[in-house]
C-alpha cells in the first residue's frame, strides 16, 4: 500500500511538471510569437512609410488616371521590386481602397507580378481595409494564401504634395523567421523542462530520503522509549510481587502466632503492619509533571522493596523544556543506577537522594547514593558505552544507563559530572533551558 502512494505521488509530481511546464512552453511561445510579429510589423511599416515618401508621386497620379501596364506603370513597377531586393520583402505593391471593406491592387513588385492584374482584390483582411480607408497604417495577422504562401502585410498611406492619399503601399513579410522561433522557443524550454524534470527528481528523492531518516529516528525513539518503559514496568512488577510476598509471609505469622494464643505479639506484628503500609500509602508524591510523578513513585516503591532509605528534593516544575521522554530516561537510569549500587551495603547505609531542581537558565538533575569506593579507572570509564562494575546477568545488558543518560544531556547543550567522595557518589546533570 505504501509503495503504491509512492509512486502515484511521484507519477503525479511528474504529470505536474509536465503539465505546467508544457502550459509555460506554450504561452512562451505565444507571446514571443505575438511580440515578435509586432515588432517585425511596425519595422516594415517604417519601411514602407519611407519607400511610399521617395517614391515618384507624379508619375503614380499619372498612372492612376490612366490604370494600364504602360510606361508609368513599368517605372513604378521597377522601383518597386528594387526597393522589394533592397529590403528582402516577399512582396511589394501599391493599394488602391475606395471603400471600407475590400482592397485592389494596383502595381505589384514581386516575381509573379505579370499573374497580378491592375485592380485585382488583395488578400488584406477587411479589418485592416477599414483602418486604411480611415488613414491608418495597418499590419496583419499571419495570412494564410493559397497562392503566394504565409506572410504578414503592412501598409503605409501614399500622400501627395496636397497632403492627400492617394493610394496605399504594401510589404509582405515571409513568416519562415516567425516560423523559427517556435523551434528556438521549444528548443529553449527543453533544457528548462529537463531542469526541472531532474528538480523534481532530486527533491522527491531529498523528500523520500528525509522520511526515511524521519521514520528511523522515530522508530528508534519510540523503542528506545518501550525498552523504558517495559524496564519500568517489569519492575514495578517486581516490586509487587516482592509485597505479594511478603504479605503471605506476615499472613502466616500472624495465623501462628493467633493459633498459639499470643495475641499480644499477633497485635503488635499488626500494629507495625499498618504503620509499613501506612508509609507505602504516603508514597504521592507533589510532581508538576505526570510522567515523571509515576516514575517517582515507582522508583520509591521499588527503592523500599530493597530496604533502601530514598528522598526527593523536586522544584514544583513542570520540566517542560525537556521532553518526557528523555526526562524519564536520564531519572531512571540515574535512580536504577543509584539503586543497584546502594544495595551491596548493608540495609541501615543504605541511602539515595533524588533532586531536581530549577533555576533562571537550566535544569539541575542530581542523584546522590551511598555506594562502595570506586577507583580512578572506574571513574574515568563510567560514562563508556557497555562499561559497567555489575556482575554479568542473563538476558540483561550492562553499561547502557550512564551511557544513554549523557548523550541524551548532550543533545539538550548540557553537561554531566560524576562525582565520587569516600561515602557518597554524586552524578549531576545541568541542562539549559531554551
Known sequence: MKKTKIKLIFGL???????????????????????????????????????AASMDIDLYKKFLENPVKGKEYRA???????????????????????NPRI??????????????????????????VKQAYYGKTFYTG?????????????????????????????????TEALNHIGDNVIKNNLYMLIFNGLFVVVLLFSFFIIEKWYQRELKKEVGETEVTYQSEFRSLISSVQSLRHDFSNHIQVIHGLL???????????????????????NINLNVNNPGLSVLMET???????????????????????????????????????AIEATIELPEP?????????VSNSQYIFEVTNTGLVMNEKVIENVFERGF???????????????????????????????HVTDREIVVTCNIPKP
Open 13 to 51: 509530481a511528474i504529470f505536474l511538471v509536465v503539465f505546467f511546464t508544457g502550459v509555460n512552453i506554450l504561452a512562451s511561445y505565444f507571446t514571443i510569437k505575438k511580440t515578435t510579429e509586432e515588432s517585425i510589423a511596425v519595422h516594415n511599416i517604417e519601411t514602407a512609410k519611407s519607400i
Open 388 to 418: 559497567s562494575t555489575k556482575k554479568e546477568k542473563a538476558g540483561k545488558i550492562r553499561g547502557q544507563g550512564l551511557f544513554i543518560v549523557k548523550e541524551i544531556v548532550k543533545r539538550y547543550d548540557g553537561h554531566i559530572k560524576f
Open 142 to 174: 499571419i495570412i494564410n494564401d493559397p497562392v503566394y504562401g504565409q506572410y504578414l502585410t503592412v501598409g503605409a498611406p501614399i500622400i501627395d504634395n496636397k497632403e492627400e492619399i492617394i493610394g496605399f503601399l504594401a510589404i509582405d513579410i515571409s
Open 299 to 337: 522508583k520509591k516503591l521499588t527503592a523500599e522493596n530493597h530496604m533502601v532509605e530514598i528522598e526527593f528534593d523536586i522544584s514544583d516544575d513542570s520540566f517542560s523544556k525537556i521532553k518526557s521522554t528523555d526526562l524519564i530516561k536520564i531519572l531512571s537510569n540515574l535512580v536504577d543506577n
Open 76 to 98: 513604378i513597377h521597377k522601383y518597386f521590386n528594387d526597393a522589394r531586393d533592397k529590403t528582402g520583402a516577399l512582396h511589394l505593391y501599391s493599394l488602391a481602397i475606395d
Open 259 to 281: 493459633k498459639l494464643g499470643n495475641h499480644e505479639q499477633a497485635l503488635e506484628y499488626l500494629t507495625y503492619l499498618f504503620k509499613e503500609v501506612h508509609a507505602i500509602e
Open 103 to 128: 482592397s485592389k491592387v494596383m502595381i505589384a513588385g514581386m516575381p509573379m507580378a505579370k499573374n497580378v492584374e491592375i485592380g485585382m482584390v488583395c488578400t488584406v483582411p477587411e479589418k485592416q
Open 349 to 357: 547505609d543504605r541511602r539515595i537522594k533524588v533532586a531536581c531542581n
